[in-house]
């Protein structure tokens, strides 16, 4: 089941491990020392990354990393991008605002 990368992200475990694999890549055993679950339970959300393809695992030996996947991110910022230019635009007036109440109270 190919899940969606919105909610991959709703989850503040999921995020955190994004977090720290943007960092370097890590196995989950090592991810699952930052966590206060089990390591089957980190388990289960880098597989829920994995499936919307924020997450790609390499075989390094007998071990697997998994790494943040760069371009899956992409998708995210678009997405939050048409909010951003929104707060831009409600600041820019609220500065505005401000500018003119301080120019009145001179």
């Given at each position: 089941m190919r899940r969606d990368v919105f909610q991959a992200i709703a989850d503040p475990t999921r995020r955190a491990i994004l977090s720290l694999i943007a960092i370097q890549a890590m196995t989950p055993n090592a991810l699952a020392e930052h966590f206060e679950i089990s390591r089957q339970g980190v388990s289960n959300h880098i597989q829920i990354l994995s499936e919307c393809e924020l997450v790609k695992q390499e075989q390094q030996g007998r071990e697997i990393y998994y790494k943040?996947?760069?371009?899956?991110?992409?998708?995210?910022?678009?997405?939050?991008?048409?909010?951003?230019?929104?707060?831009?635009?409600?600041?820019?007036?609220?500065?505005?605002?401000?500018s003119t109440l301080k120019k009145k109270k001179k």
């Open positions: 943040l996947e760069i371009s899956k991110m992409k998708e995210i910022d678009q997405w939050l991008e048409q909010f951003r230019k929104i707060w831009e635009t409600r600041f820019d007036q609220l500065d505005q605002v401000l």
